[in-house]
């Protein structure tokens, strides 16, 4: 996670989207703070998280067949 910190520790501010009603995107500087500093934190692991078990899913299981046909062969 060594990589992952300095994502964070230059920048002392934040960018995020209000809500408005004209058209286009209204973006807002807020403090990073250390706790919105670690939910991003927490948020970023639980993404990383449910795309290797997808990609994991994704993959095809070719040691799993093998076995399997080596069984079914004996």
């Known amino acids: 996670m060594a990589g992952f910190m300095g994502a964070f520790s230059g920048t002392r501010a934040l960018e995020i989207v209000k809500r408005n009603n004209s058209p286009g995107l209204l973006w807002k500087r807020i403090k990073l703070t250390t706790t919105r500093k670690n939910n991003a934190k927490k948020r970023l692991r639980r993404v ?16 799993t067949a093998a076995s399997t046909a080596a069984v079914g062969n004996k």
């Open 48 to 63: 990383w998280q449910n795309e290797a078990v997808l990609r994991a899913c994704a993959e095809p299981q070719q040691e």
